[in-house]
Every structure is written in structure tokens, then in C-alpha cells.
């Protein structure tokens, strides 16, 4: 929600503009609103239907594309479960959280880019090899199919900073940083503690990648 709101309002441009002296742009910047906005979420796990929360307090209208969600978990998160063409034709926004892995990887390209709603914003912060490459972004930008980026993630890390992409101003970029606060630190140092525990006291563990191995024992 912070890429969200820094790109829809320009928080960037406009405090580059504030600092060189120019304040009648706030006469001809566009300010996106995002009450009746749509918001396409790409993944709605834990992180997707907290995100969802948070943009129905904005007003925000909501579709998500998950495969491994029924249509009742979309509508308790308050999002229309649709295919993913779908929600990139018809939002405003897109947002993602999903994981990587072989279905995923490489999931958004110039393909699917270009079925994107002219004008759409888009916000990974989830991981960087679910885009085809930053060149079909720039591609995008380019074109103006999209207007804006955010990426707190890349397909490669730290990033080559040669990329074209990188000197677009309608381009938001953080270190993989999004999830790094202290209470979040704590938690997962309490999670993994927790999971510990439960490995030692023969319990399975929660947030498991892999837990078709609990079909026997923890012990054997």
C-alpha cells in the first residue's frame, strides 16, 4: 500500500518539484484517486488478503487471480476471484504476492503486458523472477501501457543500475526492504522459534513448504 499510494499521489515527482522551487505543478500533476480504483491482487495468501484489507479501507474495488483459493476465501477477503487476463484488463492497480516457483516464474511478460489496462499501475513486492525481465517493463513503460512501477524486488539482486529502467522518474525502487520493519523481525524470529519447538516436540510445524513429508512420523 505504501508503493501504492507514493505512485497514485507522485510523492516522489512532487517532492522533487517542492525542493527545486516549482509549486504551481500541484496545478498540473494528475493525482490518482484510489477510492473506486480497481485493485488486482496476484496471489491473495496471508500477505494478498491483508492487502486486500487494507485497500478496502481505501474504497478500493477488488479482484484477485489465485489458483490455489476458492471463490469463498476470495469473498471473506472481499475480492472477485477471476483469471488472470481478466484482472490485468480490468485493474487499475496491480499488486503482487505470490511465491516463485515453476508455475510462477516469469508469469508476467510482454504478452501479458500488453493485455495490461492503458494507464495501469504496477507494484511487485513479491519476488523478482515473477516478471519475464525489467526489458519488458521498460517496454511497457515505454509504451505507455503502463504509467507507473514500483519494485521492491528484482530478477536479480542488488540490480544492474545500467538499466534503462532506472532512469524513468515514474519508476519507485526500494532494496527489498518492504517486509524489514523490527515488529516484523520479531515475528519471525518467533515463528521460527515456534516451528522449532514443534519439530522437537513431534508436531508439524505451521507455514510448511513441503509437508507431504508429515505423512509419517517427525521421528522417523
Known amino acids: 500500500m505504501s508503493m501504492i499510494l507514493a505512485l497514485a499521489k507522485r510523492l516522489k515527482d512532487l517532492d522533487y518539484k517542492t525542493r527545486r522551487g516549482e509549486w504551481n505543478v500541484r496545478d498540473a500533476f494528475a493525482i490518482i ?5 480497481s485493485l488486482g491482487i496476484v496471489g ?8 486486500a484489507r487494507l ?4 474504497g478500493m474495488e477488488i479482484r484477485s487471480y489465485d489458483p490455489l483459493i476458492s471463490n469463498d476465501t476470495a469473498q471473506a477477503a472481499g475480492a472477485e476471484l477471476v483469471e488472470l487476463d481478466v484482472l490485468l484488463k480490468k485493474s487499475d492497480f496491480i499488486s503482487f504476492h505470490a511465491p516463485l516457483n ?9 504478452q501479458r503486458l500488453r493485455q495490461v489496462k492503458p494507464g495501469a ?6 519476488r523478482g523472477g515473477l516478471l519475464e525481465s525489467l526489458d519488458v517493463l521498460n517496454e511497457s513503460l515505454e509504451s ?3 504509467s507507473a512501477v514500483g ?18 522518474p515514474n519508476v519507485l525502487c526500494t532494496p527489498h526492504v518492504m517486509g524489514l520493519t523490527a515488529k516484523a523481525a520479531q515475528a519471525t ?9 514443534d519439530v522437537l516436540e513431534n508436531r508439524q510445524p505451521q507455514n510448511v513448504a513441503n509437508p507431504e513429508v508429515f505423512g509419517t512420523s517427525l521421528r522417523q
Open 189 to 197: 524470529f518467533a515463528m521460527v522459534s515456534r516451528g522449532m519447538a
Open 33 to 37: 484517486d484510489l477510492e473506486g480504483a
Open 121 to 126: 499501475i504496477l507494484v511487485n513486492v513479491a
Open 151 to 168: 519494485l521492491d524486488v528484482f530478477p536479480d539482486e542488488p540490480p544492474d543500475l545500467s538499466h534503462p529502467i532506472f532512469l524513468r
Open 44 to 51: 491473495l495468501g496471508r500477505i494478498g488478503r491483508e492487502v
Open 55 to 58: 485497500a478496502k479501507a481505501f
Open 144 to 146: 505507455g501501457q503502463l
Open 102 to 110: 515453476r508455475l510462477t516464474l516469469g508469469m508476467i511478460n510482454a
